[in-house]
């Protein structure tokens, strides 16, 4: 019977991706991915990565993280009233119009659902279109609510600092005294896939297959829900790794203290509501301390009296290939000492054949690299540096067809 029920739930599960903000999201991605590559051809005439590089990041560790903190919410016997799961897929389909990826973190989607939900069930309003079985309004529907709250919490900052960290991308922008300077820019989105316990039979009637259960005479279903989280961060005084790493460490904490105290709402439900605008007011300050904290760092990618600065690198590039990284510094080129990157690239003409290179690493310590260049190479050896105002004259430069580095 365990087992023939086993079948029938791996069964269902092809079914459950219906909901409409699974397809969604993937669109939402590929959108952000299009959009990155547009703007990096246009700073630099090249792309970092490819335009379907956020759609690659979109599920496979939100899948993970999801089917672990699945077992904490079906084992804590967290029962989600289906109200809330409806109203935050509005929110993060509201939020993801105005394109600020930050407001896709779970306080503003789930959180704003939280105060939504207690408004709508203390009001005995029901939303249209959907047949609620959640129980009749009491203050024991909030803390699961405030709990989900800080799980989802959790899991933004593990993928924060699991994955926002790679393929940060490169910018160009106006520093303060008007030079340009280059920064790194976080934008990602993740879908969480998470089992909840939902009240009632909603889903029995079109779902025959839909494992349903009932305690103390209330009926309960088990719901695989698609929840967004979106993360925006730009970087300019520090390597992006180190400053998207401990983002993630402090959002982990963040929610690590919200999950603790949203065990007080167990005992008195009211400070559920409060433990619910903590979360979207620290949320919002960790933000707030994370961008001025930035604002007052110096510029860590800025044109250097004495060599270029690495700002990016192109994947499977004979920069990549050499071992080069973001944050390193080119010194001499050839046995040439460089400046700016109009010199790099004379430099480089001095023997096109093979390429030299003396680089400071982001310890400051001196190395050597060198490799043969090969027709088909990119001509750029795909560095990106920050860029004079004037834009150099590209046919001077080119070793290999321009049209290298025009696909997606």
């Not at 299009?34 to 246009?42: G, H, L, P, Q």
């Not at 897929?89 to 105005?98: D, Q, V």
């Not at 979207?280 to 800025?302: A, K, V, W």
Request: hydrophobic fraction near 50%.
């Amino acid at each position: 019977m365990a087992l023939d029920w086993g079948f029938e739930f791996l069964k269902g599960l092809e079914r459950l991706f219906l909901n409409p903000l699974f397809y969604y999201l993937f669109i939402v991605a590929a959108i952000m991915g299009i959009s990155r590559v547009k703007r990096e051809r246009k700073q630099f005439h090249a792309r970092v990565k490819n335009a379907y590089y956020e759609l690659r990041q979109l599920l496979p560790l939100g899948l993970g993280i999801g089917l672990i903190l699945s077992v904490v919410t079906i084992g804590a016997g967290l029962v989600i009233p289906i109200e809330t799961v409806i109203l935050a897929a509005l929110f993060t389909l509201f939020w993801s119009l105005t394109t600020n990826f930050r407001f896709l973190s779970p306080v503003y989607t789930v959180g704003l659902a939280f105060f939504a939900t207690l408004f709508i069930l203390s009001k005995k309003w029901s939303l249209p279109l959907i047949e609620s079985h959640t129980p009749e309004w009491n203050q024991s529907i909030l803390p699961p609510i405030a709990a989900l709250l800080g799980i989802l919490i959790i899991a933004e900052g593990i993928l924060i600092f699991r994955n926002g960290r790679k393929g940060t991308s490169p910018k160009l922008v106006k520093g303060k005294r008007g030079m340009r300077v280059g920064v790194h820019e976080v934008k990602r989105l993740w879908m969480l896939p998470l089992f909840l316990i939902i009240p009632g039979e909603a889903l029995q009637a079109p779902f025959e297959w839909w494992p349903v259960f009932s305690i103390g005479g209330q009926t309960y279903s088990i719901v695989l829900v698609p929840f967004a989280i979106g993360y925006y961060q730009q970087i300019q005084g520090r390597l992006p790794v180190l400053a998207v790493k401990q983002a993630g460490k402090n959002v982990i904490k963040f929610g690590a203290v919200l999950t603790c105290l949203s065990i007080a709402g167990y005992w008195y439900p009211p400070a559920s509501i409060v433990i619910a605008a903590v979360a979207i007011i620290g949320r919002e300050l960790l933000s707030m301390r994370q961008r001025m904290n930035e604002d007052n760092l110096p510029f860590y990618f800025s044109q250097r009296n004495q060599g270029v600065m690495i700002l990016g690198v192109i994947p499977d590039s004979p920069a990549e290939k050499m071992g080069l990284d973001v944050g390193e510094v080119v010194s001499k080129v050839n046995g040439v000492m460089i400046t700016d990157e109009e010199s790099f690239y004379e430099a480089m003409q001095k023997n096109r054949a093979h390429c030299k290179l003396e680089v400071f690493d982001v310890n400051d310590q001196v190395r050597f690299v060198q490799r043969a260049l090969y027709e088909g190479d990119h001509y750029q050896l795909g560095i990106l540096f920050v860029q004079d105002e004037k834009l150099w004259d590209d046919e001077a430069m080119v070793f290999v067809p321009s049209h290298h580095n025009k696909s997606f």
